[in-house]
């Protein structure tokens, strides 16, 4: 199945090793090595059939590789998102010139203060959007998400996270109603209607793989994880992403897919 022909990505800058970390995952990252994982990851979307916009380094914003968090962007619109963490606010702005490429500006709707919603708490799973309210996506703007949602035909629906960074640090969609799940969201009612294949604790930072025309993408290093999405019958392929996970970093976050 194709589902998604373009992908946009953000190269790391060097300002990276100043990014935000829970310090879950301990040490700096090595700039020149992310931008080795960087250069992996694009070539693993490409192999996916997808056409990779690769936007230049951005150094007023350490996170900003993070792509995922500033916008949403779905078949029938684009939604510039309000990003709840203050250092990388900034980055709505500098992700439009890149939107507006790919939608017209009557297809770009916003997410505007008080309400804060970032793009790692939102997933997509046909016409509906689960979105985590998390300690940067608030109530007000998961309000404004729904509505904006609503006016082009899809649902929304709120997941309350009390864990984890965002929503898709753990649990993610692969389609085919198979759902990888870890933590607190292996019992989550919002979730019960899934097929669910539960990420043993140990190897929960893979629960943040990507979908992309039905080959999954993988962080390297989680066996258990890549035995059981190719159980699922899916084809794989793994990146090493060893220095974005020192920022709480995933694979989901490092681009955009549509
Ligand atoms: N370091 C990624 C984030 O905290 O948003």
């Known amino acids: 199945m194709r589902k998604f022909s373009h992908a946009i990505v953000r190269r790391p800058c060097r300002a990276l090793t100043e990014g935000i ?3 879950l995952y301990p040490g700096k990252p090595d700039y020149q090595l992310a931008l080795v994982q960087h250069d992996a990851y694009i ?6 059939g997808v056409k990779v916009d690769i936007l230049p380094a951005d150094e007023w914003y350490p996170d900003s590789c993070f792509v995922e968090d500033p916008a949403v962007l779905t078949g029938r619109c684009a939604v510039i998102t309000n990003p709840g963490a203050a250092s990388r606010n900034g980055e709505k702005d500098e992700i439009l010139a890149a ?7 009557e297809r770009i709707e916003r997410i505007t203060f008080p309400g804060t919603l970032e793009g790692g708490d939102v997933m997509m799973a046909g016409d509906t959007f689960y979105v985590g309210r998390s300690a ?8 404004q998400f729904a509505e904006i949602l609503g006016r082009y035909g899809y649902q929304c629906v709120e997941v309350p996270l009390e864990e984890v960074l ?4 753990g649990v993610n969609y692969l389609e085919n109603n198979n759902l990888l799940v870890s933590g607190e969201f292996t019992d989550k009612p919002e979730f019960a209607s899934f097929r669910k294949t539960v990420i043993p604790e140990e190897e929960a930072y893979a629960a943040n793989c990507i979908w992309v025309n039905d080959t999954v993408i993988i ?7 890549l035995a059981a999405v190719q159980a699922l019958g899916y084809e794989t392929i793994t990146v090493d992403t060893s220095e974005f996970r020192k920022l709480d970093g995933g694979l989901s976050c490092l681009s955009l897919r549509f």
């Not at 940067?136 to 309000?143: C, D, L, Q, Y």
């Open 21 to 23: 970390s829970s310090g």
């Open 43 to 48: 070539e693993a979307l490409k192999k996916c």
């Open 99 to 105: 939107v507006r490429k790919y939608y017209p500006d």
């Open 136 to 143: 940067r996506t608030n109530e007000e703007g998961i309000r």
């Open 166 to 169: 965002h929503l898709k640090t």
């Open 219 to 225: 962080p390297e290093g989680y066996p258990e994880v």
